[in-house]
């Protein structure tokens, strides 16, 4: 069921919900454009979103311009933590802004830049938060990876290594051993790094299993033993962190699963975003996979997904979730209801 949708300037490319409580309506959004030329120019924007379902609005309550931006991610909650937006920029930068503003309405909410750090010369390209957010990790397109601590309001680079020899599209922390970091590029390879090490120790290489580039990795937070690949070969795959060697599953979702989104309440449930063939919900059971429901109101390039938290969005037996969705070349973002219901 289609609630709102809203068009931009730029080329909407990510998508994220504030997961702190009460500011569960505030949608991120974010843009990259290139300009090509002699001097190619990368520009983008941020921009907050207030979702209100009940009259189907979606109201622009902040933006700016920003260099381009290829990731954005919230700070996990818990403690007396404060919403902060990472964003992962084109020219090296890692930035870090704050959630400020009135909560219940479209009234003075904003984001205020609080720290940023040049991570590199080369373009930050995906970012992750550990759990207790006081440390990121980013992706640069050179195939290296950094750790950067977050204390007191301040970035500092901790570790950076050449984990790849191609670009670095994904990069995660294990929610449940946030020793481990797990990268992925466009040479193909799944890895695993221990940063009890110095440098990190790679603890696995998965190498002859993808065959495209690895787009993004995502630990289930409902199993400690799942982790799910998506790659541009078109295939999501179930991984069992226990016998590593291939994966449980596979499955095939028509185009490349550029990012997936595990349901913050349902296990199994998974939102994954599939460039050129729209969006799709997979419902994962043990080693089965299979395709629930799929959304195809973008045109061009779906890119951004997110699942709107909160539990107070998942009272009752039977729901249906709220999520937003973006594609890149379209400039839209959308934000809809699944069809089916699920249980929770």
Known sequence: MDIAHCYLKGN??????????????????????????????????????????????????????????????WNPPGG????????????????????????????????????????????????????????????????SVSIVSFLESKLEIQEEWKAHDYELWTTSFDIHQPNLVYTGSDDCKFSCWDLRDKP????????????????????????????????????????????????????????????????????????AACMHNGFAIVAIKGDNAEVSETYKKHDFLAYGADWQKGEANHIGENTKPLVATCSFYDKLVRVWRPGNDFIL
């Open 80 to 143: 007396h933590a404060s919403p902060f937006l990472a964003q992962a920029d084109a020219d090296g930068y890692l930035r870090i802004k704050m959630l400020e503003g009135c909560c219940n309405g479209v009234e003075g909410v904003n984001l205020k830049e609080i720290t940023n750090e040049k991570i590199s010369n080369s373009m930050c390209l995906y970012l992750d938060w550990n759990p207790s957010a006081t440390s990121i990790t980013v992706g640069l397109s050179d195939g």
């Open 12 to 73: 909407a490319d990510a998508v994220e919900f504030c997961p702190h409580d009460p500011y569960h309506n505030v949608l991120a959004v974010s843009t990259y454009t290139l300009q090509e030329g002699s001097q190619p120019c990368r520009h983008g924007s941020i921009s907050l979103f207030n979702v209100d379902v009940e009259p189907g609005h979606l109201d622009m309550v902040f933006s700016e311009e920003t260099a381009g931006i290829f990731d954005i991610k």
């Open 200 to 271: 990190p120790n790679v603890v696995f290489q998965i190498s002859k299993v993808h065959k495209m580039g690895v787009c993004c990795i995502e630990k289930s937070p409902h199993d400690p033993n799942t982790l799910l690949t998506g790659s541009y070969d078109e295939f999501l795959r179930v991984w069992d962190l226990r016998s590593i060697s291939k994966p449980l599953n596979s499955i095939n979702l028509g185009g490349g699963v550029w990012r997936v989104k595990h349901h913050p309440f349902i296990p199994g449930l998974v939102l």
